[in-house]
């Protein structure tokens, strides 16, 4: 029965993911490590395989259904540039000690937290504001959806719109490389990373952005893993595959649950998971060893 844990927390995992569209490879990283005890080292190289192959059938599935979702110039070009930060991040990863590694990986959880914890607060406010427009019955109502874009006029710049905006261009370039490292460095798929940075530095709408990240990881998980060969990693594919089994299967039965729930709700939620392993990673790592 050893193999059913595996798929068990795999089901759990993908359950979040396709709930909330994010976090495969932050979680996955600390049940690999504490629920089915795999080496901090060896766990971030089996995320990097669950995480890309996760990405990889999201996002067939993606250019099958919503071909137009996609930006493939901007998403190779983003992952591109991120490969510096993806090789050195996964060529850092065996020299950090345990106890550091687990410490940065707290501390990321943290952070990302806080983010979730923030976004969930003004998503909660915006709710509340159009709750109350909708009561209002003398304020007309317009009988169809907004403009699928980032601001309701924005612009959509892409990567030609950059030259003429240094500015965007050197965020577009930090976020790439960022995001590069964290994948190679922790095992994850930086989806979180990905998305605010294509909607801020190229304008993209959210669904375009969501999109175009699967795409971004499945280069950069793929870059990671490359860059991991020679050294002294060692992946248990028998449970990496369970895991990725039961994430997909997890992915496609959290997705209703994105359309009942509020996407506050969601967002809270989330990140409360967050520091909760946040707080776990750290109590094991320092405290019980």
């Not at 980032?150 to 965020?171: C, E, N």
């Not at 909607?199 to 699967?214: C, E, I, P, Q, Y």
Request: proline share 6%; no cysteine.
């Amino acid at each position: 029965m050893e193999w059913l844990i595996p798929l068990l927390v795999g089901l759990g995992v993908g359950i979040v993911v396709g709930a909330l569209g994010a976090g495969g490879g932050i979680l996955s990283v600390p049940i690999l490590i504490y629920v089915l005890g795999q080496d901090p080292h060896n766990a971030t190289a089996e995320s990097l395989v669950i995480v890309g192959v996760t990405a990889a059938v999201s996002l067939i599935q993606r250019a099958l259904k919503n071909p137009q979702q996609i930006r493939w110039g901007e998403g190779i070009s983003f992952a591109a540039i991120g490969v510096i930060g993806t090789v050195a991040g996964s060529l850092l990863n065996p020299l950090v000690p345990q106890a550091w590694l687990l410490t940065t990986f707290a501390a990321l959880l943290l952070a990302v937290g806080l983010l979730m914890l923030r976004k969930a607060r003004q998503t909660r406010h915006r709710e509340a504001a159009e709750a109350t427009r909708v009561s209002q019955p003398d304020e007309p109502v317009v009988d169809h959806p907004e403009p699928d874009t980032t601001h309701a006029t924005g612009p959509q710049p892409g990567l030609r719109g950059l030259l003429s905006d240094p500015r965007q261009l050197v965020v577009l370039v930090a976020a790439a490389s960022v995001t590069g490292f964290l994948t190679g460095f922790f095992g994850v798929g930086g989806g979180f990373a990905v998305v605010p940075a294509l909607t801020l530095a190229l304008g993209f709408s959210m669904r375009h952005a969501t999109g175009t990240s699967l795409l971004v990881m499945v280069i950069t998980t793929a870059v990671a893993l490359l860059a991991r060969i020679g050294q002294p990693v060692e992946i248990n594919w028998l449970l990496v595959g369970l895991f990725t089994l039961g994430s997909m299967v997890g992915g496609l039965l959290g997705g209703p649950l994105a359309q009942r729930a509020r996407p506050s709700t969601l967002t809270i939620v989330f990140g409360g998971l967050l520091f909760t392993v946040a707080v776990w990673t750290g109590v094991q790592t320092w405290l019980l060893g």
